[in-house]
Nanobody, 124 residues
Framework: QVQLVESGGGLVQAGGSLRLSCAAS????????MGWFRQAPGKEREFVAA????????YSADSVKGRFTLSRDNAKNTVYLQMNSLKPEDTAVYYC?????????????????WGQGTQVTVSS
């Protein structure tokens, strides 16, 4: 059974930073891409960023490019999302997900395991 547990969410003022973590178990971690998605109230879940199995390649949505950085530590089975220069529109529940393959996509259908989510609230 694959389990993903996110942590690090919270309340922060605009311009501030947070680092989300996602600890994985139950799967050969380094063989699968990992992704982060978010869902704001009344909106559909959207792609945020993803990283390949080894961590040598990452991709971010335009809305967070230059502000969010994704990394992973395969020895610790953990992926990190460093979020800087946060904006009120970044407010959402953030989910990490484990991909079905080594390389990532933006499509949620290519991720087969999901965490429970962590709330990020950015005040103006």
């Amino acid at each position: 059974q694959v389990q993903l547990v996110e942590s690090g969410g919270g309340l922060v003022q605009a311009g501030g930073s947070l680092r989300l973590s996602c600890a994985a178990s139950g799967r050969t971690f380094g063989s699968k891409a990992m992704g982060w998605f978010r869902q704001a109230p009344g909106k559909e879940r959207e792609f945020v960023a993803a990283i390949s199995g080894s961590g040598d390649s990452t991709y971010s949505a335009d809305s967070v490019k230059g502000r969010f950085t994704l990394s992973r530590d395969n020895a610790k089975n953990t992926v990190y999302l460093q979020m800087n220069s946060l904006k009120p529109e970044d407010t959402a529940v953030y989910y990490c997900a484990s991909g079905v393959a080594y390389y990532y996509t933006e499509k949620s259908s290519t991720y087969d395991y999901w965490g429970q989510g962590t709330q990020v609230t950015v005040s103006s």
